[in-house]
């Protein structure tokens, strides 16, 4: 198995015409690029206001985005789960198909497509990071939930409990702390988008 990952990297180095030459004086090209083009750093332009108000933007467009977003993706995780969904005919397919929808197309693309239909400014923008939010927490949510424990939802159905107050008290109890983590990842990917 050795001698065959070996002779495929081998084949995949040639054909691929990847100079592996080149690679020794990498860290020293690298080292050099940095001493010479970023340094010293140029400290006033992170300053001015213009850079300033760029990145408060970024901020406020992102946490919106999240918060959106997730807003979204709570209930949309709740029907794609398989073992939690309250029709899984109906509700099941098209929750998975919204967040697959919107995982499918980049948030690049998303941005050029909503930019195109409403115009410049912050507006696309925002709902691009939504859509990606959409996807991204959503599919991470529900799969989450499909990964509870069943003991503490039969108990809770065992005592007449409706759909909604199973998802409140015996799956969300069981969840809240890996979807708080992938909210903070979220609004992470999404400040970096």
């Known amino acids: 198995a050795v001698l065959a990952t070996l002779a495929f990297i081998a084949y995949a180095l040639d054909y691929l015409k990847i100079e592996v030459d080149r690679l020794p004086g990498l860290l020293g090209r690298v080292w050099e690029t940095l001493s010479t083009r970023y340094y010293p750093p140029n400290v006033g ?5 213009d850079y300033l108000r760029s990145v408060v933007e970024t901020l406020q467009m992102s946490y919106l985005a999240t918060v959106v977003g997730l807003a979204i993706a709570v ?9 939690m969904t309250p029709s899984r005919r109906f509700a099941y397919p098209i929750a998975r198909l919204v967040i697959m929808g919107a995982r499918s197309v980049h ?3 998303w941005t050029i497509l909503l930019v195109a ?14 859509l990606y939010c959409i996807g991204f927490a959503g599919k991470l949510f529900s799969e ?16 007449g409990a409706n759909n909604t107050q199973v998802f ?15 909210s903070i990842y979220t609004w992470d990917v999404l400040f970096r988008a």
């Open 144 to 159: 989450a939930v499909e990964a509870i424990e069943p003991g503490q939802v039969e108990a809770i159905r065992a005592t």
């Open 75 to 83: 209930p949309l995780a709740w029907f794609a789960s398989f073992n």
């Open 168 to 182: 409140v008290y015996a799956v969300l109890p069981q969840v809240r702390v890996a979807w708080t983590g992938i």
């Open 117 to 130: 239909i409403l115009g410049f400014g912050m507006l696309p923008g925002a709902i691009a990071l939504t």
């Open 107 to 109: 948030e690049m693309i």
């Open 45 to 49: 332009h992170v300053l001015q206001p």
